[in-house]
Each structure stands twice: as C-alpha cells, then as structure tokens.
Nanobody, 126 residues
Framework: EAQLVESGGGLVQAGGSLRLSCAAS????????IGWFRQAPGKEREGVSY????????YYADSVKGRFTISRDNAKNTVLLQMNSLKPEDTAVYFC???????????????????WGQGTQVTVSS
C-alpha cells in the first residue's frame, strides 16, 4: 500500500526549531514532487513549501521564506522540512503530499496531489 508518513512535529517555544520528515512507503518518490501544507484551526489549508522531483527547484510561501528549508533524499525515499525561528503563527497540522510529475497539474492545487500523509501537529508557544 502506498503511503506517506510525517513525523517530527511537537511543541516548541517561539524561536525554536523542528525538523519534519515525510517518508514514503509502497512507492518511490523519484518521480514525485513533494509539497508541505499546513492547516490551523478555523483556517484553510495553505501551501508552505514544495520541492521538485529532482530537488533542483524549491518554493516557499512568503510567511516561511528564510526560516524553512525543504530538502529531499531520494535514496532514503524521504523529504525533510527544517523549520527554524518558529513563530506562534506557525502552529498547525503539517501535511506532506506527493505530486506525480509525469502527470499534468500544478504544485499549488492540493487536489492534483496523488498521496497525502496523515499530518503531524506543530505547536509553537509564545
């Protein structure tokens, strides 16, 4: 069964860091771009960061630019999201999703993603 599993969430004080991991099983990430999304209570899901299937292209939302870094290790079938200088407004459930680069669609459209993880909670205290 193909699935994505996020880990690394938790409770951290403002200014702290967390590293989220997105591990794929049942399929290889070689042909998939990966997006990280987050959803806070009462808010819509928003795209945080994306990385192309080959890792040469990345994107960051303005709200996290300069603080978050996305990377991938295809040999380990894993994508990481390093989050530094965390702020209370970063509190949300974070999801990773796999976008099949062989198909048409857009990184920015959540419904164009083939697989989603179950999410990991990130809570930043002030």
């Amino acid at each position: 069964e193909a699935q994505l599993v996020e880990s690394g969430g938790g409770l951290v004080q403002a200014g702290g860091s967390l590293r989220l991991s997105c591990a794929a099983s049942g399929f290889t990430l070689d042909d998939y771009a990966i997006g990280w999304f987050r959803q806070a209570p009462g808010k819509e899901r928003e795209g945080v960061s994306y990385i192309s299937y080959y890792g040469g292209s990345t994107y960051y939302a303005d709200s996290v630019k300069g603080r978050f870094t996305i990377s991938r290790d295809n040999a380990k079938n894993t994508v990481l999201l390093q989050m530094n200088s965390l702020k209370p407004e970063d509190t949300a459930v974070y999801f990773c999703a796999a976008f099949d680069s062989r198909r048409s669609g857009s990184y920015y459209v959540p419904t164009d993603y083939s697989y989603w993880g179950q999410g990991t909670q990130v809570t930043v205290s002030s």
